[in-house]
C-alpha cells in the first residue's frame, strides 16, 4: 500500500512525464522542414524534383503551380527527416521543360532561386 508521501511523488513524476512528452511531441511538430523556391522565371513550376543520390527521384506535390516572378513555400514530407541535407533538385515547368539536375544544400540555405 502506498502512504500518501509516496504516492504523491508517484503523482509529480507522472505529471512530470506527461509534461515532458506534450513538449516533446509539440517540438517535433514544430521542427517540421520547409524551404522555399524563388522563381524568377516567365514560366510557372509545376513540377520539384529532389534526389538523395541523383538517381532515385521523389517529387513534392504543388497544391498549385509557382507563378513565375512569386515565390513558393515547400514542406518535406516526414519520411524524409533523417536524409541528408544535401540533395540533388530539378524542376518542371507548365510547358513540359525540366531543368538539369543541381546539388543543393537545403540546411546550409533553405531558399532556392530558380533562374
Known sequence: MMTPKLLRVALATASAALSLVSVLAISAKA??????????????????FVSEDGTNWGYFTLKSNIAPK???????GENTNHEACSQWI?????NGDVT????????????????
Not at 521542427?31 to 520539384?48: C, G, H, K
Open 70 to 76: 512569386t515565390e513558393g513555400e515547400m514542406t518535406w
Open 90 to 94: 530539378k524542376v518542371g515547368f507548365e
Open 31 to 48: 521542427e517540421e522542414y520547409y524551404f522555399t523556391i524563388q522563381n524568377n522565371t516567365d514560366l510557372a513550376i509545376s513540377q520539384v
Open 100 to 115: 538539369k539536375p543541381a546539388k543543393f544544400d537545403f540546411c546550409q540555405n533553405p531558399s532556392l532561386v530558380v533562374d
